[in-house]
């Protein structure tokens, strides 16, 4: 739990699994925009590299905040961390997932039950400590990663796209929920995204999929953070319970 | 930090509770203000007048006036 420089008046950002991929472009973009950014990965290392080079970067406050988002005494103590040094959460964008593929007779339990935990048990976690800290304050935003997998279904990647529709559900559900408290939340459903999870394609699989979207390209980190900054901004203001897609128009 | 009379107050303003009501004698669900959602409300009202940040499982665990002490001793209040 390192801080970086000063906090402020500024608003303060949580973005989970944020030491790389989307999360880290979400991270990013927020501080560019000039939030304070807690930075949440897995491992203390992680957080605190990233933590380091944002605040650096972009000289905002910044706090490194290591939990695993499926065990939640350790998401419990992200937010005691942020409530000590902030006093307040803006906006919490829920990224932290892992893959889980494999053909359904091929999903070993543990890996669909971590799946689970991590994607879909960590989003509630997360959403309900970072809801109390936003009540106090009556207003803040809440943005979820789902996937386009979660909103059509995905071929040998049953698991984890029942994951990201449980997180699809979940944002309607926490939305109605939270709305008459002033907090909005929304999700996002990225298609195919140059990260690490695209490393596991032999190219001609890519090419495949590529050839299905109107656009003809993949997308990149930074077009997924662009929409998450827009949700949590007061320009996104009477949107609430919705899941977007980032993708290029894939169908 | 804040008092038991700063507790009581969480209580009767989060339950618009009636005067003279004692909040000593409520339990989760004795009335039906203090249902799940009076029961955030109530959290909301805790966590802000003594400037906490409370775990999960204590705000499951928050069922009475005299449970909430105990809580809330455990993060340093004089109650």
Redesign the interface.
Same mark, same amino acid.
């Given at each position: 739990m390192a801080p970086t420089s000063e906090p402020d008046d500024r608003p303060v950002v949580l973005v989970t699994g944020a030491s790389r991929g989307i999360g880290r472009a979400c991270a990013e973009a927020f501080a560019a925009s000039g939030w304070a950014v807690a930075i949440n990965s897995t491992t203390e290392a992680g957080a605190a590299q990233a933590a380091a080079e944002i605040a650096d970067k972009h000289g905002v406050p910044t706090l490194a905040v290591a939990g695993d988002a499926g065990d939640d005494k350790a998401v419990d103590g992200c937010y005691r961390a942020i409530f000590q040094r902030f006093k307040r959460l803006d906006a919490l964008v829920n990224n932290a997932g892992i893959l889980c593929d494999g053909p359904l007779g091929m999903i070993a339990p543990d890996k669909a039950r971590r799946a689970f935990s991590v994607n879909a048990l960590g989003t509630l976690f997360h959403i309900q400590a970072a809801s109390r800290l936003m009540r106090r304050r009556g207003a803040g935003a809440i943005v979820n990663l789902s996937s386009i997998m979660g909103t059509r279904g995905a071929a040998g990647a049953s698991a984890y796209a029942a994951t990201k529709a449980a997180i699809a559900s979940l944002t309607r559900s926490a939305a109605l929920e939270l709305g008459p408290h002033g907090i909005r939340v929304n999700a996002v459903a990225p298609g195919l995204i140059e990260t690490d999870m695209l490393a596991g394609l032999k190219p001609e699989q890519l090419a495949e999929r590529v050839a299905t979207i109107p656009l003809a390209r993949v997308g990149t980190a930074a077009e997924v953070a662009d929409l998450v900054l827009f949700l949590a901004s007061d320009r996104a203001r009477y949107i609430n319970g919705q899941v977007i897609g980032v993708d290029g128009g894939m169908p | 930090m804040a008092g038991v009379a700063d507790l009581e107050t969480c209580f009767v303003e989060s339950f618009a509770l009636e005067p003279g009501t004692d909040p000593r004698s409520l339990r989760f669900q004795s009335i039906l203000e203090w249902d799940s959602v009076g029961h955030?409300q109530l959290?909301?009202a805790i966590? +802000?007048a003594f400037d906490v940040?409370?775990? +999960?499982?204590e705000?499951l665990d928050m069922s009475s006036f005299d449970k909430a002490i105990e809580i809330l001793r455990r993060h340093g209040a004089d109650l």
């Open positions: - | 955030m959290i909301a966590e +802000t940040m409370l775990e +999960t499982q705000v």
